[in-house]
């Protein structure tokens, strides 16, 4: 064989969204490519976000042409859970042993139903190193979530009552104290932030002593709640969601207190107030603000 | 305590003590936000100084009428109950002295006969029948009034298929939403083959503007209880949760109480009333989801999954809770079937029209009068309950659209006031019966503002599982706030309601299905608000704050200054004893200047 003549053939090593890319732009110029990835799908890590720089475009509906196309290439074979052990030769000339992984399923066979997938009894497998990593909690905070784990002990799914629990206490939920639930209770800890960042009622960062919230449910809105809520952002200087300077106040938008009646409800740690006016506000703040001032002269004295 | 067998209901039922005036405080959240605390406070001290003999003082939950609160019954030994409202402290002195000691009613206090009529008198309560007569925290109370007697009746003297024939008669539908028959549901459920059978109360109440499943928790924790119980008995199940909101504390106080109770009186638990059948409830917290209200969503985050909905079938009442047969209710469903099992099919089914039979609860608020909870029969019309319970529209301005389902749900305008409620009928006219929400709106509220606001809702709330909701929803609400500040196109509406039918077409559970309803039914009814919006520039409703100013009415200005030591920006000016003038440069229209002025003067324009 004439070994200055070149193969018409060409490995691409990584199956993401700039591996799928090249393996059709070669294909299509009448390559024959191998498309290798070591995960056992070809896709890599765009699945898994939710919108793309600079355009926004949803990550899902740029790259599954793409899947599919290099699926149905004639010119493009996939490999996937395979990695590359040697690469020997020269360009134009080389050969590449790969190790293939087993995967105890014909894949001539499956149909990618996914029922095996909800089937499996083993679960929760935690996707990080099991103790490296772990924060050093304060004496104090250990104590409080071995409590409050010992108290959810035996409950099924107990996620959501440890972290309620945890917010009860804290009223947030502290990143490292999240850890270490996710680590006793051997859940992925991308599954307890799915959780802490989908309720309402649970906050990532540190809160005030007093939680305002403001009622923007249909009953209060129609009575202005909207202009009480812009009312309160002038008079605390603050943003719904955020918390004051000084630590006393966090501005909250609810959606109904279920005090309709008495619409527009506003509630000030836990207190409620029906029917606020905007000319209102000073007088509610200025009783909870004397409160703590009283409280820090007690303290002094 | 020791355990209750069903003569004992009847003995705690008997003649109690007797002869003893009795001042009930409503205190349910509403309640307490209008200041109930200190009433019950005052009349504590009041009771402690003059030792009167005889006088009880007692709570309960809400009397139903909120915006007269704070409210109190008292009640003399032969007398009819007497309501005040509106009370303050020195009206508890007047009516202590002249009413619970002299025996002469104070009249000035007493609701007006007026208001008692239209707003007591076309309702018909069965759920609400305890309410503000009971106090939730004393079970014999509960029993007292004919409690655990449907539940007793329910172990002791029927089989669990006449429980389910009696509920299936009854016509009972789910009050949470889908109205879905909750006899067949139970008969699905008990069909299902299986070891172990669960039931849910679904006490997630998300519709905002809706809060009977919180009233009837706080003022009447133990018929949910009962219902449940004898749920459980037909179905065959073992154990009960009660989903409940973050939002309701009080309404977890009480319904924990109400079950430690009923488990000390053998009431709940093992061998219930002697009769060899055990159930127990737990009570879940929820902790702020709208989408936790739906059923298969609600499961997953009982069992401490993400909360996002699954596709049905299967249902849950073949494979819910820890993939078990499942039947889940609402609140009101489970308070229904005490009731019907104690007074029977046919007088249920009595009560409505032809598919939609019995009581509704509905929260009546909004720019009406008399705001609160009714309960009336189905069938009822709706301009009844805005115009003779919820005594017409505020400050009497003109009525614009009401507003029933919550997010899911639509605006019904003036023209169809008349129409009589049930399921069918409000779907017909482009809304829902929903969990019963009803929010009167007046002529000051902008259409395309409320749809806006509900869009807001939604996307917020979507859990963003299927596309075709949480980028519709998104979009949609990014066209409302366009229009609504005034750089709406001609084509918008057409777009909106291309997006409306792409987005209930493509997605899986009701919250998508239903949520271009709000914009639907504003743009079928209100096309023309939409249109002012965008080809006027104008925001006829005065709402929107790009699209108006606020001025004021030389004529009408007293020049009393209160409007400009409100504003904040220092936007009114004006020479002394002279009419103001708003800087229209400064103002940034919070509207502060029109809620103070007690002369009109300020306009909206
Ligand atoms: C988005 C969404 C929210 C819901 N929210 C509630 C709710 O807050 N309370 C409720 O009882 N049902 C709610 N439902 C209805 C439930 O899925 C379910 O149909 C109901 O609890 C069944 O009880 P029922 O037959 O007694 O009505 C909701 C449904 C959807 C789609
Ligand atoms: S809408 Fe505000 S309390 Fe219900």
Partial sequence: MNDTKTVGSVLVIGGGIGGMQSALDLADSGFKVYLLDSAPAIGGTMASLDKTFPTNDCAMCVMSPKLVECGRHLNIEIITWADVESVRGEPGHFSVKLVHHPRYIDVAKCTGCGLCVANCPVRNIPHFDRDAGLPELKEEDSKRITGILGRRKGQRGPLVSVLQDINDEYHYLPEDLLRHVAHHLEIPLSEVFSLATFYNAFSLTPRGKYTIQVCLGTACHVKGAPRILDALERELGIRAGQTTGDRLFSLEAVRCLGC????????????????????????????????????????KA | MSKLKPEDLERIAGPSAGGITKITVH?????????????????????????????VLSTSGCAGLCSREPMMTVERRGEAPVRYVDLTGDKIRKIFDTHVLGGNVVEECVLPEVAEIGFFGKQQPIVLKNRGLIDPGNIDEYIARNGYRGMAKALTTMKPEDIIGEIKDSGLRGRGGAGFPTGKKWELCRKT????????????????????????????????????????????????????????????????????????????GDDILGTGFNFDISIHRGAGAFVCGEETSLIASLEGRPPEPKIRPPFPVESGVWGKPTAINNVETWASVPQIILNGAAWYSDIGTETSKGTKVFSVVGNVKNTGLVEVPMGITLREIVFDIGGGIQNDKAFKAVQTGGPSGGCIPESLLDLPIDYEKLSEVGSIMGSGGMIVMDENTCMVDVARYFLDFLRG?????????????????????????????????????????????????????????????????FRDEYEAHISAGRCPAGVC?????YRIDEEKCKACMLCVTTCSVSAIRGEAKQPQRIDPEVCMKCGACSEVCKFDAVIVE
């Fill in chain 2, 461 to 525: 709330e979507s859990c963003g599982k299927c596309s075709s909701c949480r980028e519709g929803t998104e979009v949609m609400y990014e066209i409302l706030t366009a229009i609504c500040e005034g750089r709406g196109k001609p084509e918008d509406i057409d777009l909106l309601i291309e997006i409306a039918g792409a987005v209930k077409a493509a997605s899986l559970c009701g919250l998508g299905g239903t949520a271009p309803n709000p914009v639907l039914s504003t743009i079928r009814y």
């Fill in chain 2, 193 to 268: 083959h299986s070891d172990i059978r669960y039931i849910i109360c679904n006490g997630d109440e998300g519709d905002p503007g809706a809060y009977m499943d919180r009233s009837i928790i706080e003022s009447d924790p133990h018929a949910v209880v009962e219902g449940m119980v004898i749920g459980a008995k037909a179905i065959g199940a073992s154990h009960g949760y009660v989903y409940l909101r973050s939002e309701y504390p009080l309404a977890l106080r009480q319904l924990e109480q109400a079950t430690e109770d009923a488990r000390e009186y053998g009431l709940l």
């Fill in chain 2, 27 to 55: 205190m349910g959240t509403c309640g307490i936000a209008a200041g109930a605390e200190k009433i019950k406070d005052l009349l504590l001290a009041h009771i402690s100084e003059k030792e009167p003999a005889d006088v």
């Fill in chain 2, 545 to 549: 704050k790009s699209l108006i100013n």
């Fill in chain 1, 260 to 299: 309709c009646g008495l619409a527009p409800v506003v509630t000030v740690g836990g207190d409620v107030f029906g029917e606020v006016t905007q000319a209102g506000i000073p007088a509610i703040l200025a009783e909870y603000r004397k409160a703590v001032e009283v409280e820090n002269v007690e303290i």
